[in-house]
Every structure is written in C-alpha cells, then in structure tokens.
C-alpha cells in the first residue's frame, strides 16, 4: 500500500484511554488531517504570530510572510496603523508580494496589473474601461467587493499576530496572564533589534517539532551540550507552566552550581548526557544578567505555532510552518535591544552558535523529527505514550513531565475536532 492509498482511506479513530496522552501516528501522516488543520487551525480562530512590529516602522514597510500555509503581506499603511491581508491577486490568485520585505507606495500584480492598497483594498484595474470603446471590466464590477481576505491585528511587546477569524477573543485573552507576564519578562520595555533570520526546511511534520519545544524531558539527554557544560540538567530548579486550556507552555531553568556539586544524576541512570568535548573558546559560555531573576532557560510556545526562546543571553523568536504532512519549515528571528552595549551585543552573537541547524545544542532537534517519520510510517494505527509526570496537563515545579505536550494536543484536539 503506497502513501497516497492509505491517507485515503477512511481517517480511524483517536485512542480515548489515559486522555491526551495516546497520540495516534496516522495525525502526522494523513493529507485530510493537513486539511483540516488549514481549515479550523491557521484559517480558523487562533492567533498566528506574523512578525515584530520593528520591522514595520515606516508607512509603506511591508514584510511577507506565512499564517500556516497561507501567504500573508503584513504593512505600516499611511495612517500608522498594521494591516495583514492574504498575498494574492484579487483577479487571479497570483502573489501580489514576491520580495521578503520592503517598502512600496501599493502592490500591483505583475500578472495583469490589478493594483492593491496598502489595507489589501483592490484600487485599480488594467484597461479597466478598455481601449477605444472596446472590452473592459464588466458593467456594474464594484472594486470594493474584491480583494483577499484581510486579517484581524493585534500587538503584543512588538509581537505581531494575526487571525482570520474576525470574531476570535483578544490577543490578551488568548495569551492569558501567565503566559503574557513571561513574554513581558523578556521583551517587556525594550526595543528590539534584528540580529539575523533565516528559515531552516525539516523532513517531518510540524507538530513533531511543536512537540519538541514543549518537551523538557528531552532537552538534557538529547543535547549532550546541555549537560556537559552544564547549562541545563533536569535535576535544577525550573519548572512547566501550562495554559488553562493547554495550548501554551513555559519551560523555565535556572543554572544551580551549587547544588549540583558532587552530583551526578545522570550518569547513575548510565543516561547519554555528557561528552568529552571541551571548547578552545570558553567565551562562547559567557552571559550576563539581564532579567531581575535567576533563570537561564526560558522555552515559551504559543498555540498552535510560535516560539518565543531565551537560552542564556541568546533570544529569539521561532515559527513553525507546515509544508504538508512530511515538511516544514522553522523560521527563526534572533534579537537584541537597541540599549545592549557592544560587549553584550558580541556576547549574543556568540551565544547565537548554541541554537539552529548547527547550533551547538539544538543541532539535534533537526534530526529528531526525522527520525520519528521514518520510524512511524508504516505504523500510522500505532500511538505514541505520553505518560511522563502522569496523564493531566498542570503546571509544576519540576520539568520531568510531558504535560504541556498532553496540553498541545487537548487544544488541538478541541480545535480541530479530531
């Protein structure tokens, strides 16, 4: 039975025991899963997070990015304010935006002309009244019943998302107070400013690295970086917290020589978790303080697919994009702050070598994904155990859990129908 034969057959059951903590394979692999996840998730009414309001400082500054897998041009319109619309024709569905970003008066499809505002309006259209009497638009063509489909804006500390659902509840509400006061915690009344971005392409499907960022249990055996250098053990204080209804997540540590000394944990459970790699340039390791607060790791995900990071000094904001049901791509922001002196400004870019495609910790997280795909393809009916620190999704003192991953899919679950 090849792929495309088996997605199209009737969509089995989701596993009932233990609640969210059966996660049945088949929900990575199917196309009409994908399908619904365009319709009810990133079309439907959930926040997408676009980008950072400091790359929309002047009218006529537009970015173009992704909502899921929708294309979406964001702009600063000539009154100040945000708009998000759709990156397609009115006429013929082609892309209005083909540059990442820039700044432009309107946007004119190179395809037949037909010319947008800056608020996604259809303003114009080629030969609209024909040429010598002859052709043109039909009689009675009301431009302002055209146009693509425009997303509600909000801002959150220079966070700009976005939704499709004109009706969806505030982007506060949505965050709710837990999640908003740790968002604050590191952007909160700061300017941002861009360090570098690039978009990293994955073999495996997007919930597969959702599940990866909300997975404390992983981090320290997974990334031996963690442990060797002894930037992140499970046995430090931290802590998970876990939206009401699950769909957010904090993930937070903080680095405790003290009470780490003589301990060793790790190598009682004989676990993989530290190496014999050492580093010519220690000050790859060197931080500073800049929070108030002892935590040196702080991992926060927004429903269903944004990423707010700070690993020591190194602060970044990541997107998830599916790409169908076996790719995706993850977009990653790095950032630092218009009032960082010089020798902080080096210590982030240093500190940027620990995370991405090659990064010193997370080089692993665009492996792991893969290897699940390839593991579970010929087992779609069989599940994945989520069973770590019990079957709820609560906040607690300890990361030795899988609850905010239990709260993703309760989320997902409840939005998608499945």
């Given at each position: 039975?090849?792929a495309s034969?088996k997605?199209?057959q009737?969509r089995?059951?989701?596993p009932t025991?233990d609640?969210a903590s ?5 929900v990575f ?5 994908a399908?619904?996840?365009?319709a009810?998730?990133?079309?439907g009414?959930v926040?997408?997070?676009l ?5 929309l400082?002047?009218?006529g ?7 899921g ?9 000539e009154?100040?304010?945000l708009n998000?619309?759709?990156?397609r024709?009115?006429?013929?569905g082609?892309?209005?935006?083909l540059?990442d970003r ?10 037949h002309a037909?010319r947008?505002s800056l ?5 114009g259209v ?5 040429i ?15 146009g ?5 804006v909000e801002?959150?500390?220079g966070?700009?998302f976005?939704s499709?659902?004109?009706d ?14 740790r ?5 909160g ?16 499907n997007w919930k597969?690295?959702v599940?990866?960022?909300k997975?404390s249990y992983h ?33 937070h540590?903080?680095?405790?020589a003290a009470?780490?000394?003589?301990k060793?944990?790790?190598k009682?459970?004989k676990i993989?978790s ?37 690993i020591?000094n ?5 997107t998830?994009?599916p ?8 977009k ?5 702050f ?7 400004r080096?210590i982030?870019l240093k500190?940027?070598n ?19 795909r ?6 779609p009916d069989?599940?994945?155990v989520l069973?770590?620190?019990?079957y709820g ?8 859990t ?5 709260g993703f899919w309760?989320e997902?679950r409840a939005?998608?129908?499945?």
């Amino acid at each position: 039975m090849n792929a495309s034969e088996k997605v199209s057959q009737a969509r089995p059951e989701w596993p009932t025991e233990d609640g969210a903590s059966r996660v049945p394979y088949w929900v990575f692999q199917r196309e009409d899963v994908a399908e619904i996840e365009r319709a009810r998730l990133f079309n439907g009414p959930v926040w997408n997070f676009l980008t950072l309001e400091v790359e929309l400082e002047n009218a006529g500054d537009f970015v173009a990015v992704d909502a899921g897998e929708t294309p979406v041009i964001v702009t600063r319109g000539e009154d100040g304010e945000l708009n998000a619309f759709e990156n397609r024709c009115a006429h013929r569905g082609s892309l209005l935006a083909l540059e990442d970003r820039g700044n432009v008066k309107d946007f004119t499809c190179v395809y037949h002309a037909w010319r947008h505002s800056l608020k996604g309006d259809l303003v114009g259209v080629a030969f609209k009244r024909g040429i010598k009497r002859k052709g043109g638009i039909a009689d009675g063509f009301e431009m302002s019943k055209h146009g693509p489909r425009k997303m509600r804006v909000e801002v959150f500390e220079g966070l700009v998302f976005g939704s499709f659902d004109p009706d969806v509840e505030s982007l506060k509400d949505y965050l709710g107070e837990e999640i908003s006061q740790r968002i604050t915690r590191v952007l909160g009344g700061r300017k941002p400013v861009i360090l570098g971005n690039y978009i990293q392409v994955l073999p495996n499907n997007w919930k597969l690295y959702v599940e990866n960022t909300k997975d404390s249990y992983h981090a320290s055996i997974l990334h031996t970086f963690f442990t060797t250098f002894e930037l992140n053990k499970l046995s430090q204080k931290g802590g998970i917290v876990v939206s009401k209804n699950g769909g957010h997540h904090v993930s937070h540590s903080s680095v405790d020589a003290a009470a780490e000394k003589g301990k060793d944990t790790y190598k009682e459970q004989k676990i993989r978790s530290d190496s014999d790699l050492s580093l010519s340039d220690t000050s790859l390791l060197e931080n500073f303080k800049e929070f108030g607060d002892d935590t040196t790791l702080q991992i926060l995900s927004v429903f269903p697919n944004f990423v707010l990071q700070q690993i020591q000094n190194s602060i970044a904001v990541r997107t998830i994009l599916p790409k169908g049901p076996d790719s995706m791509h993850l977009k990653w922001t790095y950032v630092g702050f218009e009032e960082d002196t010089p020798k902080q400004r080096k210590i982030r870019l240093k500190q940027s070598n620990l995370i991405g495609p090659g990064g010193y910790v997370s080089m692993e997280d665009g492996c792991i994904g893969g290897f699940v795909r390839r593991g579970t393809i010929g087992s779609p009916d069989d599940s994945a155990v989520l069973a770590m620190g019990g079957y709820g999704i609560e906040t607690s003192d300890d990361r030795i859990t899988e609850a905010s991953i239990r709260g993703f899919w309760t989320e997902y679950r409840a939005k998608t129908g499945l």
